[in-house]
């Protein structure tokens, strides 16, 4: 069945430093990907999401590439700030008109000042 | 913005007691979910509606029960809660049109069964 795998957390790092969280997946046909965030007490936020290979999405300095040959969704921001302390969720839509989701287990990321 | 709604955010409640959660969106979108979230993180998909009178069981398990009789809401109801219900459940929407996959969130509703 579908899948997705992200690296696994805590990630700790310095304000100003560059993030990479890995997400790869398995799907049948073409799914849609997405990053989704959640800040400390609330429900999940979509990032940014690529609908179809090569698409980049991009959002508050994040960025991720639809890779279909490898397939892969890593999320990249070049310079991280206290302010993105939070869960990083890597999902994928199964389409077929059901949209249903299929997460990752869920990054955590903590910015230093 | 999303517009979806759940309450209360959080409930502290002994076992055997019936209890609904309750989620409501502004946004007329047909389809809505209830995911829970373990504490480890990971979300899991346990009721999901396409619309009016419609549901359907998750990828996971639950002893919850779920109606739809209005668009708008899409409340959850667990009969008896016991310990094992402690969890973070969230619920989100989306649009019919597959053109439009976005899926948004509700704040979710922390649970604790004392």
């Known amino acids: 069945g579908n899948s997705v795998t992200q690296m696994e957390g805590p990630v700790t790092l310095s304000e100003e430093a560059f993030l990479t969280i890995n997400c790869t997946y398995t799907?049948?046909?073409?799914?849609?990907l997405f990053w989704y965030v959640q800040y400390p007490g609330e429900g999940l936020q979509l990032l940014l999401k690529?609908?179809?290979?090569?698409d980049k999405g991009s959002n508050k300095g994040f960025e991720a590439t639809y890779r279909k040959e490898t397939t892969s969704f890593h999320l990249e921001k070049g310079s991280v700030q206290v302010s993105d302390s939070a869960v990083y969720f890597c999902a994928l839509s199964e389409g077929g008109g059901y949209n249903k989701l299929i997460f990752g287990a869920g990054t955590r990321l903590a910015v230093h000042p | 913005e999303a517009d979806i709604y759940q309450t209360p955010r959080y409930l502290v409640i002994g076992t055997g007691k019936k209890i609904t959660l309750e989620c409501s969106q502004t946004?007329?979108?047909?389809?809505m979910y209830w995911y829970q979230q373990d504490p480890g993180m990971e979300l899991h998909l346990i009721h999901y509606s396409y619309g009016v009178n419609s549901t359907e069981k998750g990828d996971l398990s639950s002893e919850s029960t779920v109606s739809r009789i209005r668009t708008e809401h899409f409340p959850l109801t667990l009969e008896s809660a016991r310990p094992s219900h402690t969890s973070q459940y969230l619920c989100?929407?989306?649009?019919?049109?597959?053109?439009?996959?976005?899926?948004?969130f509700g704040p979710g509703t922390r649970l604790l069964v004392l």
């Open positions: 989100a929407s989306s649009e019919v049109n597959r053109g439009r996959v976005d899926q948004y």
């Open positions: 946004m007329g979108h047909d389809k």
């Open positions: 799907a049948t046909g073409y799914p849609s």
């Open positions: 690529a609908t179809k290979a090569d």
